[in-house]
């Protein structure tokens, strides 16, 4: 018998779609072209469906509303109850509200304010920085990956770097502090062995060749049990005997203690400043709060060298990343933490999650909502010893990949977690304002399974 094409013949014309009421919301908001294209794709993807085995009957609706997703921009808002703070695959940190109104019209990223005449971008947030950590001297680029690898390339290229075999490490996205060190010219020089490294072995493996030490945070790898590394203030010790400059990569963005938190063995930017390192990297989206960028901190000679070299041009972030950071430094000088939403997040007393998870699970009465306890993080290559109290709701229910996806297939995209046959929202990373959306997109999700639940 040959294939039944029964299906096929039932999948609406693409001008049928067009002439569907509800089709001319979408004709006004995007134009014909672009709406045309997206029902071409939506069909085909029902085509597809059905060559592997689908037999519902095709759906206008359903077809108009996939044709609606299409329509939607790739980068969109999305609710993270995920309890991971920093998550690296949803922008890290989120930011401030304040700065995107400079940023509508023009600004003062390269204009002398006395003069009219060129200026230079780095100087707004240098003082800032400098202020905050306790340096000298300050610049920003892109990324902590490009701020090493600035470092590098001008203070090492052709000579040897020491460094800790203990902290040659891979992070996300299949980043390799040796890869860098190569790629800044510079030799490396591994010092030690992966879990034990001592003052004598960076002492024995200086030569006339050595350009200096460097000294890298481990990011989400830890070593237990048997283990030693030498401390920041003994290590800048030790290199300025030798006449060698030590840099450090502390990566994580934790510029100062934050009163209240523990967060382990993480050495703020400000301590490692004044332990005498010559040149501090770090992060700006991760416990700093701000946008991607790379911080450099250090003596007033390295960072006019760095920003003397080359490369620097082709690293430095425009105008979008010093206006928000400019906005999360001025928080963290005033030390109004509350004013920085990941900050906001992490500080908000578990007995506020509770309630807010009470009142969501009241708005839904008809399903299998319980609350539970749960341990929250910073995520992001950050602390991941560290975590804290939180408050998940926990939906038990039939199909909790297929709802998974479904909530991350709205407009406005919801992303909690699969666990223990069940799905679960963390309140630690929903900003209160999102509740409501959280109600919603359950409801709608639930009704799709055929549960009718109440307003």
Known sequence: MGKDTSFFRKIPAVQTLLEDPASAALLQAHGHDEVVAALRRALDGLRDEASRGRTEPPDRADLLARAALLLLPPARRLINATGVLLHT????????????????????????????????????????????????????????????????????????????????????????????????????????????????????????????????????????????????????????????????????????????????????????????????????????????????????????????????RALRPGKETYAWLQAVLQHHLARRWEAIPLWALAMAPVEGLKKRALAVRKRLPELDLHLEDARSRFGGGTTPLVEFPSVALRWKTENPQARFARLLARPKPVLGYVQEDALHFDFRTLFPDEDAVLVEAIREVAAAWGQVIGQ
């Open 89 to 312: 695959h949803l922008g890290r940190a989120p930011l401030p509200a304040g700065p995107e109104a400079l940023l509508t019209g023009y600004m003062n990223l390269e204009i002398s304010m006395t003069d009219g005449e060129r200026g230079n971008r780095n100087a707004l947030a240098a003082e800032l920085l400098a202020r905050l950590t306790g340096a000298p001297a300050a610049m920003v680029v892109n990324n902590n990956a490009a701020a090493v690898l600035l470092m590098l390339s001008t203070f090492a290229s052709g000579r040897e770097v020491l460094i800790s075999r203990g902290e040659l490490v891979e992070i996300g996205g299949s980043f390799r502090i040796p890869d860098i060190l190569e790629q800044s010219g510079c030799v490396l020089r591994e010092v030690g062995t992966t879990n034990r490294t001592t003052l004598d072995d960076y002492r024995r493996a200086v030569t006339e060749h050595t350009a200096g030490i460097l000294k890298v945070h481990p990011s989400n790898f830890r070593i237990r049990g048997f283990v030693s590394q030498v401390p920041a203030r003994e290590l800048a010790a030790a290199a300025r005997e030798r006449g060698l400059p030590l840099w450090v990569d502390q990566g994580c963005g934790l510029v100062r203690p934050i009163p209240g938190f523990d967060l382990g063995d993480e050495e703020p930017v400000a301590d490692l400043v004044e332990a005498g390192a010559e040149v501090v990297t770090f992060s700006g989206d991760k416990l700093l709060g701000g946008p991607q960028a790379g911080l450099l901190v250090g003596s007033r000679e390295a960072v006019g060298r760095m920003l003397g070299h080359p490369l620097y």
